[in-house]
């Protein structure tokens, strides 16, 4: 069974700082991975999808890469900035179903 | 402007009773999925549907009914065999097994 964790689950981090969020899976049989970001109380935002013969993909500051052999992604957030307080999430699509396994998410938070 | 919508954005319900939450997507997009979110867990997946006239149960089906009579529209409906509702609940599409996009949830309470 597809499993999927992200560590840290909260992170704190002055302005201006680079920093790194990681997703692990545990079945590297996955058609694709997409990070989320999520606001109190709202729905999901697509940050970055990639396909599972990609390595990365790069949305302003924003880059997400892929090591499917090792079930690892990463999100890459260049200067952060107060606005990217939010949570963050991964989702797996397994090779052989529509599903999205999520994992419990990153609360970030940056500070000025 | 294409995107999700989901209604009520709050919703209560006394207990025994029956109560539907409404997702609409005008992306015409072909899956469309709902998912449960409580406080400090991920996401865990309800019900989700490929196709019209056709849905799958995801984990946590038990005390969940769903429908998908029409591509754009697949409601959710908690009954009374749910015996822990209360939860946020997020209604999401996609089309060919690409990008996921989500509405703005329902905050669904017990009183």
């Known amino acids: 069974k597809q499993e999927v964790t992200q560590i840290p689950a909260a992170l704190s981090v002055p302005e201006g700082e680079n920093l790194v969020l990681n997703c692990s899976f545990t079945d590297s049989a996955i058609y694709n991975l997409q990070w989320f970001r999520q606001d109190p109380g709202k729905g999901l935002t697509s940050l970055l999808l990639?396909?599972?013969?990609?390595r990365e993909q790069t949305s302003g500051r924003l880059n997400a890469s892929l090591d499917k052999s090792s079930g690892r992604s990463t999100l890459y957030i260049a200067a952060s900035q107060p606005g990217d307080s939010a949570t963050y999430l991964c989702a797996v699509r397994p090779g052989r179903t529509d599903k999205l396994i999520f994992g419990t998410g990153t609360r970030l938070q940056v500070f000025p | 402007d294409g995107g999700i919508t989901q209604s009520p954005k709050y919703l209560f319900r006394k207990e025994g009773q029956n109560v539907t939450l409404s997702c609409e997507q005008n992306l015409n997009h072909d899956a469309m999925y709902w998912y449960r979110q409580d406080p400090g867990q991920g996401l865990r997946l309800i019900y989700y549907s490929q196709i019209v006239n056709d849905f799958q149960k995801g984990d946590i089906a038990e005390g969940y009914s769903v429908s998908r009579e029409k591509k754009e529209s697949f409601p959710l409906t908690v009954t009374s065999a749910q015996k822990n509702p209360t939860a946020f609940y997020l209604c999401?599409?996609?089309?060919?097994?690409?990008?996921?996009?989500f509405g703005q949830g329902t905050r669904l309470t017990v009183v």
């Open positions: 990639i396909q599972s013969s990609q």
């Open positions: 999401a599409s996609s089309i060919d097994r690409t990008a996921a996009f």
